[in-house]
């Protein structure tokens, strides 16, 4: 059963995220656009929550770590960031989602490894072109 509400909220959150992108490419619709990313991470970090129970690499302490290092980071230069220098911020924050991308695939490799399994060739290629596509 708890697998079946963390794959809605999969779901949910990636209908989420789609919207988010449809309402960004209007003015009037971005900051409704901006809400529904906020609300369609939040469904997809608490789906994670809920999937790790608290077991995994490292489980919620390093999720929360996560959470709070990038919100502070986010926060800061939010609120330090001129208007004019948004063009180099976004660059920057997507930069970064890009290296999160590939420790992610690195780190799913690692684990595989450790755990004494051989990938399989589809493991395998979605661990590259995640590699890949993130860098």
Not at 4 to 28: M, Q
Not at 42 to 47: F, K
Request: hydrophobic share 60%; glycine share 16%; proline share 2%.
């Amino acid at each position: 059963m708890r697998l079946v509400v963390v794959n809605l909220g999969y779901l949910a959150a990636a209908v989420l995220f789609i919207l988010t992108f449809k309402g960004l490419s209007h003015p009037r619709t971005a900051v409704r656009a901006n809400l529904l990313g906020s609300i369609g991470m939040l469904i997809a970090v608490a789906a994670t929550f809920l999937l790790l129970g608290g077991e995994g690499a490292g489980g919620y302490g390093v999720i929360l770590g996560g959470l709070v290092v990038g919100g502070v980071i986010g926060t800061l230069l939010a609120l330090r960031i001129r208007m004019t220098a948004m063009p180099q911020m976004v660059a920057l924050l997507n930069g970064f989602g890009g290296a999160a991308a590939v420790l992610v695939a690195g780190a799913a490799l690692l684990e595989a490894l450790a755990r004494g399994q051989v990938p399989s060739a589809q493991f395998m290629i979605a661990t590259a072109l995640a590699g890949i596509i993130g860098a």
